[in-house]
């Protein structure tokens, strides 16, 4: 029924995709679709009756239509399949693979139904928020190279890294935090049960075997939770005195041991009830906020190398044949076949075809580079065009791109330099409690020794930062999921307090500022019919100015002629002579056969160029400039606060727009290498904190550097270098709010600490007249823990709301 | 009293029955995906989709 609705429209929405068609000429049945291969989907699932799948959610498919061709064949090599595998007894194998393309619920559906589509196939489950897919099949039916390639005609592109299956740990650290809040809850609730008689002063009515019963009974409890639930704190504080620290943990660790070691002796001596409940919660809280920030995008990877964005097979041509061969295996002198929009694994020398290689992922460069044989070829581009044939002249690790990780910035463990505020709050801190206890301890030394303890211990005990360590985790917590809810993802919770700190930001041109892909080039005037598209392709064909480029390749579908006369005036425009016709293309003035004419003009982010041909005038191509919607606000709210860089990797054929930007012409630098780009920011560390947006493999370099990194992505699930944070670009405009946000949030974070000190100094005022006993502090603890934790978490999602982050 | 210790006994164990009960669920992989179950139980049997097909 909704499809119908939609045609009436006017407008077809591709059945499969959601995509709009051009027209009905794809159909089958009473559906459409925008192109053949989003068909071919439909009848293969028709075929197999999983029609269910456009029942579950809307248009849900995948169009294949831009898929690149990667070829499956390197699966059936017997390495590669053992390290992809994991479990195989030679009869069922089990594997997983990482498919980001899947996005909704019907994804899960058709995923989990795969044995229908292949019969070798037993069982497949699919993990959500992980984009991954396990499944089990039989050996003898099916292989992973069948499944592969059948997964990747239903769109589905399986990602297959190595690097993937390097991933379990920190899995495995989230299941040990789980067990431990799993047993410290279970502590918790028991001995807050046990010590109820006490709670209400009901001990005295009670047999003082009973009360022993129970003392010993909550001891035995807390042994699990001192020994084991609370040992990550103690292992961090001590690593933190080694390295001459003292952490947030240090105080926590102090704390948790004078309760834990007081409570002992007040059961063993039978003077007292302890504090075993207070400590027990303490601990739970705190393994609970752990809990609560250590929410991570496990389906994307911010530790990316460059062997990430390699291919992870190569078609070697061995004694006349065509094999594939893992990547790792590639060695000098092999002769390997490079197709259509592959990537250039090694550098090496074309042997055979024609060059045409798009190094704008590398190099930020935006027009192909023409190679002819005998030239070398450096690694990291994608050849454009025909299949090219080489010869491999350096390891992979050994070429000019890879050299980019051999740079320290990539063996440094962390590069930041910015300690983190709550530990440089907890050293002060730690310090002024251990005076104020000792201080107190001395007082009243002078009337007895057992008081003095008494005090000493109470004051430790009460200064726990409880309330401080849980404001951290659960505001920068609530900040990171609304970042998340932003399309901004960051790779843990550190990163929003270097935002705060971050006094410069550094912009990518190519892919960053501007949109990746093609501008839209629209032509008014007179209706121009295929043969004068033809012509104008022809002259566009000889300039490399971007302007001829983007008309170039608006017409991509058209053939070309040979020109002859071509003559390009520097910003006027083009002219040429193609099959007897005089074409002239740029300023009104120039197109009109002006000689006097004005440089090509560009309003607002368009440029127009004027066509005549045969001094016909025709009409003119306005050119959008591919950047980014929003850009110019974005820029100028960022410019009142910080400093303001562009690195590009392209000439400066546009510097003339941006610098109407960015109104700080000596920070533009173009024609950058990777390198140029690492030591510019190295450069501006100096003085500065920076945040560098980029994009491609030419920022990668300059993304680690630089103190916060965050590379923008059209699709996050697509690749990107190593980076602090992923940004849809989708929400790039809203690069501003998010540091305006992430300084809030650090605000936050001092507000719930004064708030916490507030309830210390109450509870100091308590125990430093000796009067902290088990009920004030299974009080004070929860309700101050609490009551911070709910202050941050109302208080980021209402700034959140103030700043337009929803 | 010696009947709130034997109560007490038992209540502490089933608690502990739980405790175990919450280790093997972690430990089975229930907290790996909380998301993709609550997709997967609105889909309906395949068996019912037969027999409304035929």
Known sequence: ????????????????????????????????????????????????????????????GISPKVRSEIKYEYLDDLQIKKQLLDFSDGNTAMATFLIPQMHCSSCIWLLENLYKLDDGVTHSRVNFPEKKLTFKYLESKTSLRKI????DSLGYEPLINLDAAEKKSRSSHLKKLYYKVGVAGFAFGNIMLLSLPEYFGLEKLTDPEFHKFFGYL??????????????????????????????????????????F?????????????????????????????????????????????????????????????????????LKRGDRIVVRNNELIPADSILFGGDGNIDYSFVTGESLPVQKVLGEIISAGGRQKGSAIELEVLNDVSQSYLTQLWNNDVFTKEDTSRLQSFSNSISKYFTVAVLMLATGAAAYWMQYSLSTAVNVFTAVLIVACPCALALALP???????????????????????????????????????????????VLFSGRTLNDYELILVKSVAKNSTHPLSRKIYEHLREFETLEVNN???????????????????????????????????????????????????????????????????????RLENNYGLHLLSGDNNNEAAYLEKIFKQPHHLRFGQSPEDKLDYIKGIQFSQSVLMIGDGLNDAGALKQSDVGISVSDDVSNFSPACDGI???????????????????????????????????????????????????????????????VFSVIATNFLAKRKNLN | MSVIVVLIGISVLVAGGFLIAFLWAVRSGQFDDKYTPSVRMLFDDDKKDETKSS
Request: proline fraction near 3%; include cysteine; aromatic fraction near 12%.
């Open chain 1, 1 to 60: 029924m909704q499809e119908d609705k939609r045609i009436n429209k006017e407008e077809i929405i591709c059945y499969h995709c959601g995509d709009i068609c051009r027209d009905k000429s794809i159909g089958k049945e009473d559906k459409y679709f925008c192109c053949t291969s989003c068909k071919l989907v439909y009848e293969i699932l028709e075929e197999n009756s999983l029609c269910k799948y456009y029942s579950i959610d809307e248009n849900p």
């Open chain 1, 148 to 151: 592969s390639e059948l997964l």
């Open chain 1, 218 to 259: 909550n001891l035995i409890l807390a042994l699990p939770v001192f020994f084991y639930s609370s040992s990550e704190y103690y292992i961090s504080a001590f690593k933190g005195l080694r390295n001459k620290l003292i952490n947030i943990d240090f105080p926590l660790f102090l704390g948790i041991f004078v309760v």
């Open chain 1, 261 to 329: 070691a007081r409570s002992v002796y007040e059961i063993l001596a039978q003077t007292g009830a302890g504090y075993m409940d207070s400590m027990t919660g303490l601990v739970f809280f705190l393994l609970a906020g752990k809990i609560f920030q250590s929410k991570t995008y496990d389906s994307m990877n911010f530790e990316r190398s460059y062997k990430s964005f390699f291919p992870f097979s190569v078609t070697v041509i061995k004694s006349g044949k065509e094999t594939t061969i893992p990547l790792a295996s």
């Open chain 1, 474 to 520: 659960f505001t920068y917590g609530n900040v990171m999921r609304i970042f998340g809810r932003n399309k901004f993802y960051i790779k843990n919770v550190s990163v929003i307090e270097k935002l705060s700190n971050i006094s410069a930001v550094v912009f990518d041109k190519t892919g960053t500022l501007t949109q990746s892909g093609k501008s839209e």
């Open chain 1, 566 to 636: 071509f003559e390009e005036f520097t910003g006027k425009g083009i002219s040429g002579e193609a099959d007897g016709n005089k074409i002239l293309l740029g300023s009104e003035l120039f197109a009109s056969g002006n000689p006097n004419a004005g440089k090509i003009r560009i309003f607002g982010k368009s440029s127009r160029v004027y066509l005549s041909i045969n001094g016909e005038f025709l009409g003119k191509f306005e050119i959008t400039n591919s950047y980014r919607e929003g850009l110019t606000e974005a820029i100028s």
């Open chain 1, 727 to 789: 940004l849809e670009s989708g929400s790039f405009t809203k690069i501003p709010d998010i540091l305006n946000f992430s300084r809030l949030s650090v605000k936050v974070i001092i507000t719930s600490f004064s708030i916490s000190f507030l309830y210390n100094i109450a509870a100091l005022f308590i125990a430093v007249e000796g009067m902290l006993t088990p009920i004030v502090a299974a009080i004070l603890m929860p309700v101050s823990s609490i009551s911070v934790v």
